[in-house]
C-alpha cells in the first residue's frame, strides 16, 4: 500500500431497521500501528467491527481493508484479517494443537506448516503440557491468549481484537498486551477494542465512539492535551457525558 | 480445496466426542426396528361385544357360540333389548353391538335369509371397521354352516343368506409388520439426517465459533459440505444397521436386492440433510430451528403414506404427499423390499428424488449468509 493504510473507511454506516448502531464514521489506520477504538457498552463497536471483517453488511459509506473493498471484496479481505470475537468463539470441544491445526488449515497451510507453526507457539507461550487439553478446561485467561495466538497464527496484515482482556486479571491483561506488542512488532496491524482506558494509553491512537459516531481520534497524549485530562479516563468519561443512548 | 480436509477432520471429531450422537447411531435403528413393528400395528383384538339376542333360539346360540370362540372378540353382556346394549357403549364397555331380529330362526328356515344388525362404536375408526368387519365375517361362515345343514347339495339353487346390511372392506393385513418395516427405515433415516446437521450448525451460532468461521475465507460450500459429510456417514451406518435388523430379527431381505435401496438411500440422505441446513440458516437459536423441525418433519411424515396411504387422503393432502420427498423415498423402499423391483423399475420416483437433492441443497447453499 503506498500511502501505509491498511484501513480506510469514510461514512460508514450500518442501520438495524429504524436504529443507525453505526452512524457515518470515517478513520484511516497506519500499517504496523495499534489503533484503540473505544466506546461505551452499546456504541457500536462490534457492528463496526464486523463490517470491516466482512461478516457484516454496510447499509452506506465505503473504504478499503488490507487493500480491498469492504462492499465488493469482502471474501478476499477475509484472507489477510485475524480476527478474534468479543465471545470466546474456539472449539471447546477439541484440543488445543486441534484448534491450532483448524485454523491454520482454514487459511491454506500445509500440515508440515502447521506442525512447525504449532510447536512454536506452543514453546513461545509455555503451553507445551497442555498441547493435548480440551480448550473448553483451559482458564479465561489462557483460552485468550490461545485465541489471540490463533488470530494470528497465519500472519494476517491485520488483526481485529474486540474486548480481548474482558474479564481477565490484570497480571494476565499485562501479558496479553506483550503479545499485542509482539505482534506490532512483527508488522501485524492491530485493531483493539477495549474498556480498560489504561490498555487506551499503549495505544499509537486511539478513536472513541460515541452514539455510534467517532468523536475524537488522535494519540492518547493528544487527547490528553486536547481533553486537558490527566488520563484516557477522564478523557473518555468527558466524551461519554454526551451519549444520550442508554445502554 | 484442501481446507475441506480440515474441516471435515473437525466434524468428525466433534461428532465422535458427542456424548449421545455415536450411542444413538446404534441405539435408535435397534430401538426403532424391535419396538415399532411390534407396537404400530392396527390389527385389533379383544373388542368388547354386547349380544341382543332377540330370538333366543338354537340358531341365535349357535352365532352367539361362535362369536365367543372367536379371539377378536369378549362378550361383555347379553342385553334383553337394544337400547340397554347402546348404554353400554354409551359408558364405554361395549364397542360394537351384534342384534339378532326375533324371526332370526323362522326367517332362515321359511324366508331363506335373515337380516342381523351390527352397530359399532366408531369414534376409534379402525377398531369400528375391523370390528364390523371381523363380525361380519363369523356372520358368513355362520350362515354356510346353515346353509349346508339346511340344503343337501341338490337344492343349492335356494341356498338361504344373511345379509348384512353395512359392508365394509378393509384389508387387514397379515403382514402388516413386513409392510411397516421399510417405512421404519425411512422414518429413522429421515429424523438423523434431517435433525442433527441442522442443530448442529446452530449450535455453532449460539456458541458464536460460526462467527470466527465466517471471518476466515472458507468458501460456505466447503462449509456446509464438510458439515454434511459426517451424517451421511452416519446415514449410511444407520441405514446398514437397520437392514441387518430388519434381516435378522425378521427374516426379511429386499427382494430387489440391496444395491437398489443404497442408491436410493443415498440420494435421500443428501437431500433431507440439505433440509436440515435451510432451516438452521433461517434459526438464530436451538429452540427456533427445534421447533421448526418438529413442525416439517411432523407433516413430511404423516402426508408421505408412511402410515396412511395416499390415495386415501383429500385432494389437497395427496398435492402436498406428492410434493414430499419422503413420498418418493417410501414408495421405493417398499417396493425394493416386498415387489422386488429394480433400478430401472424405480428409476422415475428415483429421478424425483434427485431433483428434490438438487433443489434442497442449492437452497442449502444460497440461503447460507456468511455476511449479516
Same mark, same amino acid.
Given at each position: 500500500?503506498?500511502?501505509?493504510?491498511?484501513?480506510?473507511?469514510?461514512?460508514?454506516?450500518k442501520k438495524f431497521g429504524h436504529f443507525t448502531a453505526v452512524d457515518h464514521i470515517s478513520f484511516d489506520v497506519k500499517e504496523g500501528?495499534? +489503533?484503540?477504538?473505544?466506546?461505551?457498552?452499546?456504541? #457500536?463497536? @462490534?457492528?463496526?467491527?464486523?463490517?470491516?471483517?466482512?461478516?457484516?453488511?454496510? @447499509?452506506?459509506?465505503?473504504?478499503?481493508?488490507a487493500g480491498y473493498d469492504i462492499l465488493r471484496e469482502n471474501e478476499k479481505i477475509k484472507r489477510?484479517?485475524?480476527?478474534?470475537?468479543?465471545? +470466546?468463539?474456539?472449539?471447546?470441544?477439541?484440543?488445543?494443537?486441534?484448534?491450532?491445526?483448524?485454523?491454520?488449515?482454514?487459511?491454506?497451510?500445509?500440515?508440515?506448516?502447521?506442525?512447525?507453526?504449532?510447536?512454536?507457539?506452543? @514453546?513461545?507461550?509455555?503451553?507445551?503440557?497442555?498441547?493435548?487439553?480440551?480448550?473448553?478446561?483451559?482458564?479465561?485467561?489462557?483460552?485468550?491468549?490461545?485465541?489471540?495466538?490463533?488470530?494470528? +497464527?497465519?500472519?494476517?496484515?491485520?488483526?481485529?481484537?474486540?474486548e480481548p482482556t474482558g474479564g481477565v486479571d490484570p497480571a494476565m491483561r499485562r501479558q496479553f498486551w506483550e503479545m499485542i506488542y509482539e505482534a506490532a512488532d512483527q508488522g501485524i496491524t492491530v485493531f483493539v477494542t477495549t474498556h480498560y482506558m489504561d490498555e487506551a494509553e499503549y495505544c499509537n491512537r486511539v478513536s472513541i465512539m460515541v452514539d455510534g459516531r467517532i468523536d475524537a481520534l488522535d494519540s492518547p497524549s493528544a487527547l490528553k492535551q486536547q481533553y486537558d485530562a490527566v488520563n484516557m479516563d477522564q478523557v473518555f468519561r468527558k466524551l461519554a457525558r454526551k451519549s444520550t443512548r442508554a445502554e | 480445496m484442501s481446507v475441506i480436509k480440515y474441516l471435515i477432520e473437525k466434524e468428525f471429531k466433534q461428532t465422535l466426542r458427542n456424548a449421545i450422537i455415536p450411542k444413538m447411531i446404534v441405539g435408535y435403528p435397534v430401538m426403532v426396528l424391535l419396538i415399532f413393528p411390534w407396537a404400530i400395528n392396527f390389527e385389533v383384538k379383544n373388542i368388547k361385544i354386547d349380544?341382543?339376542?332377540?330370538?333366543?333360539?338354537?340358531?341365535?346360540?349357535?352365532?352367539?357360540?361362535?362369536?365367543?370362540?372367536?379371539?377378536?372378540?369378549?362378550?361383555?353382556?347379553?342385553?334383553?333389548?337394544?337400547?340397554?346394549?347402546?348404554?353400554?357403549?354409551?359408558?364405554?364397555?361395549?364397542?360394537?353391538?351384534?342384534?339378532? /331380529?326375533?324371526?332370526?330362526?323362522?326367517?332362515?328356515?321359511?324366508?331363506?335369509?335373515?337380516?342381523?344388525?351390527?352397530?359399532?362404536?366408531?369414534?376409534?375408526?379402525?377398531?369400528?371397521?375391523?370390528?364390523?368387519?371381523?363380525?361380519?365375517?363369523?356372520?358368513?361362515?355362520?350362515?354356510?354352516?346353515?346353509?349346508?345343514?339346511l340344503y343337501p347339495a341338490s337344492q343349492k339353487a335356494r341356498v338361504p343368506q344373511i345379509e348384512i346390511v353395512p359392508d365394509y372392506r378393509y384389508n387387514k393385513s397379515l403382514d402388516y409388520k413386513i409392510f411397516m418395516l421399510p417405512a421404519f427405515i425411512v422414518l429413522i433415516v429421515t429424523l438423523i439426517c434431517g435433525i442433527l446437521p441442522s442443530l448442529n450448525i446452530v449450535t455453532e451460532k449460539e456458541t458464536g465459533t460460526i462467527q470466527q468461521i465466517n471471518t476466515t475465507p472458507v468458501s460456505k460450500f466447503s462449509f456446509i459440505l464438510a458439515k454434511l459429510i459426517p451424517y451421511w456417514t452416519i446415514g449410511i451406518i444407520i441405514l446398514t444397521i437397520s437392514f441387518f435388523m430388519v434381516w435378522l430379527v425378521y427374516g426379511?431381505?429386499?427382494?430387489?436386492?440391496?444395491?437398489?435401496?443404497?442408491?436410493?438411500?443415498?440420494? +435421500?440422505?443428501? #437431500?433431507?440433510?440439505?433440509?436440515?441446513?435451510?432451516?438452521?440458516?433461517?434459526?438464530?437459536?436451538?429452540?427456533?430451528?427445534m421447533f421448526l423441525i418438529l413442525f416439517f418433519i411432523l407433516i413430511i411424515i404423516l402426508l408421505s403414506g408412511l402410515f396412511t /396411504?395416499?390415495?386415501?387422503? /383429500?385432494?389437497?393432502?395427496?398435492?402436498?404427499?406428492?410434493?414430499?420427498?419422503?413420498?418418493?423415498?417410501?414408495?421405493i423402499m417398499r417396493l425394493v423390499y416386498l415387489k422386488g423391483s429394480s433400478l430401472t423399475d424405480v428409476l422415475k420416483p428415483l429421478g424425483i428424488l434427485g431433483l428434490f437433492m438438487l433443489f434442497l441443497n442449492s437452497w442449502a447453499v444460497v440461503s447460507y449468509r456468511k455476511r449479516g
Open positions: 500500500m503506498s500511502n501505509n493504510d491498511v484501513i480506510k473507511v469514510s461514512g460508514l454506516t500501528e495499534i +489503533f484503540g477504538f473505544l466506546g461505551a457498552n452499546g456504541a #457500536g463497536k @462490534t457492528t463496526a467491527i464486523q463490517m470491516l471483517c466482512g461478516i457484516s453488511k454496510p @447499509t452506506a459509506g465505503k473504504g478499503t481493508v489477510n484479517i485475524g480476527y478474534m470475537s468479543q465471545k +470466546f468463539s474456539l472449539y471447546e470441544d477439541l484440543r488445543v494443537w486441534e484448534n491450532i491445526r483448524l485454523f491454520g488449515g482454514i487459511y491454506g497451510l500445509n500440515d508440515k506448516q502447521i506442525a512447525d507453526k504449532t510447536e512454536e507457539l506452543l @514453546t513461545r507461550l509455555k503451553f507445551e503440557d497442555q498441547r493435548n487439553a480440551m480448550v473448553r478446561s483451559l482458564p479465561l485467561g489462557w483460552k485468550q491468549k490461545l485465541a489471540f495466538s490463533v488470530a494470528i +497464527f497465519h500472519t494476517p496484515k491485520i488483526v481485529f481484537l474486540d | 349380544i341382543v339376542d332377540n330370538s333366543k333360539s338354537s340358531y341365535s346360540q349357535r352365532l352367539i357360540n361362535k362369536v365367543d370362540a372367536s379371539t377378536y372378540f369378549i362378550i361383555n353382556n347379553v342385553p334383553a333389548s337394544y337400547p340397554e346394549a347402546f348404554n353400554d357403549i354409551e359408558k364405554g364397555k361395549a364397542d360394537i353391538i351384534l342384534e339378532i /331380529p326375533s324371526s332370526f330362526d323362522k326367517d332362515l328356515v321359511k324366508e331363506k335369509k335373515s337380516d342381523v344388525r351390527i352397530s359399532a362404536n366408531a369414534v376409534n375408526s379402525t377398531q369400528g371397521l375391523l370390528g364390523n368387519t371381523y363380525l361380519t365375517q363369523i356372520v358368513n361362515n355362520f350362515s354356510q354352516e346353515i346353509r349346508g345343514e426379511l431381505l429386499p427382494s430387489g436386492g440391496y444395491g437398489t435401496l443404497y442408491i436410493a438411500s443415498i440420494v +435421500f440422505i443428501i #437431500g433431507v440433510s440439505g433440509f436440515g441446513i435451510i432451516i438452521s440458516n433461517y434459526s438464530d437459536t436451538l429452540q427456533q430451528s /396411504p395416499i390415495s386415501g387422503m /383429500p385432494a389437497w393432502a395427496q398435492a402436498i404427499a406428492y410434493g414430499n420427498p419422503l413420498t418418493y423415498f417410501m414408495e
